[in-house]
T-cell receptor
Framework: DAGITQSPRYKITETGRQVTLMCHQT?????MFWYRQDLGHGLRLIYY???????DKGEVPDGYVVSRSKTENFPLTLESATRSQTSVYFC?????????????FGDGTRLSIL | SQKIEQNSEALNIQEGKTATLTCNYT??????LQWYRQDPGRGPVFLLL?????KEKRKERLKVTFDTTLKQSLFHITASQPADSATYLC???????????FGQGTELSVKP
């Protein structure tokens, strides 16, 4: 089925470990986004990508790394996880950036860092 | 920096009534304002979009208004149903950068 999928849905890891969250979309959308959602902060943009091999920082990029070698994939890596990165992470895609196109979200990855 | 405020307290209403949710923002007006619905354990789902030069937009039982003077958007659900219970997020899109800025969301509970 077409859509946007995130994996894993749940992840528990320890501080200092590297962890990668996966995001895959089947629409061939140009733009992809990573958000984190925390109580009291709402959705905050971590990184986004306008196309393959083009990425840019959002509001809270520190501690995260992204890549986009293929249009359909946009993995997010925490190089050395910290407890403050415990959160729910959402990936989204849209066809255009500066237009009225909505963003389509995956169902999130709930990440706990012990 | 731009700030968006949505009612942090949950809104509880009776089935059949109209639910009205508020989204206020500071500083300059966005090019577009979007509303999303989020159910527990799921990602947000797009509902409606309104442009800065539009006053009102409707879709079935949903209505969105946009007042750039008050710097406010109102989101209405008429004839509300228990299935409308969810958290509703407003999001602002500016031409510069094209990134969405989300409010924290308002939880709506519709009782039968």
């Amino acid at each position: 089925d077409a859509g946007i999928t995130q994996s894993p849905r749940y992840k528990i890891t320890e501080t200092g470990r590297q962890v990668t969250l996966m995001c895959h979309q089947t629409w061939s959308h140009s733009y992809m986004f990573w958000y984190r959602q925390d109580l009291g902060h709402g959705l905050r943009l971590i990184y986004y990508s306008a196309a393959a091999d083009i990425t840019d920082k959002g509001e809270v990029p520190d501690g995260y790394v992204v890549s986009r070698s293929k249009t359909e994939n946009f993995p997010l890596t925490l190089e050395s996880a910290t407890r403050s990165q415990t959160s729910v992470y959402f990936c989204a895609s849209s066809g255009e950036r500066d237009s009225n196109q909505p963003q389509h979200f995956g169902d999130g990855t709930r990440l706990s860092i012990l | 920096s731009q700030k968006i405020e949505q009612n942090s307290e949950a809104l509880n209403i009776q089935e059949g009534k109209t639910a009205t949710l508020t989204c206020n923002y500071t500083n300059y007006s966005p090019a577009y304002l979007q509303w999303y619905r989020q159910d527990p354990g799921r990602g947000p789902v797009f509902l409606l979009l309104i442009r800065e030069n539009e006053k009102e937009k409707r879709k079935e039982r949903l209505k969105v208004t946009f007042d750039t003077t008050l710097k406010q958007s109102l989101f209405h659900i008429t004839a509300s149903q228990p299935a409308d219970s969810a958290t509703y997020l407003c999001a602002l899109l500016y031409n510069q950068g094209g990134k969405l800025i989300f409010g924290q969301g308002t939880e709506l509970s519709v009782k039968p």
